[in-house]
Nanobody, 120 residues
Framework: QVHLVESGGGLVQPGGSLSVACAASGSIVRIDAMGWYRQPPGKERELVAIVTSGGSTNYADSVKGRFTISRDNARNTVYLQMNSLKPEDTAVYYC??????????????WGQGTQVIVSS
């Protein structure tokens, strides 16, 4: 099993900053990519940002220039720094990791989600 534990999130005023982190643990051989997705109220889950083991990143257009994803490969941890937050960033943020676990079995795991609320 591969477990993802998220931390951070909470309530912030518009224009403020917030960070979330996600640590992966379990029988991991390698993690190919880690990323953040979000699900706004009443909407479908969408990609926010993703980072590969080589450091390549991809962002949703709506967060480019405001959010930064980073990764600590040694700790199997991914971070998302969110700046200039807007009310439309309000959502449950989910961590995702995919790669290979012991016995060369691929995995694609999700965290439990952490709430981010941007409101005055």
């Amino acid at each position: 099993q591969v477990h993802l534990v998220e931390s951070g999130g909470g309530l912030v005023q518009p224009g403020g900053s917030l960070s979330v982190a996600c640590a992966a643990s379990g029988s991991i051989v390698r993690i190919d990519a880690m990323g953040w997705y979000r699900q706004p109220p009443g909407k479908e889950r969408e990609l926010v940002a993703i980072v590969t083991s080589g450091g390549s990143t991809n962002y949703a257009d709506s967060v480019k220039g405001r959010f930064t994803i980073s990764r600590d490969n040694a700790r199997n941890t991914v971070y998302l720094q969110m700046n200039s937050l807007k009310p439309e960033d309000t959502a449950v943020y989910y961590c995702n990791a995919r790669g290979m676990k012991y016995a060369f079995i691929p995995f694609d795991s999700w965290g439990q989600g952490t709430q981010v609320i941007v409101s005055s």
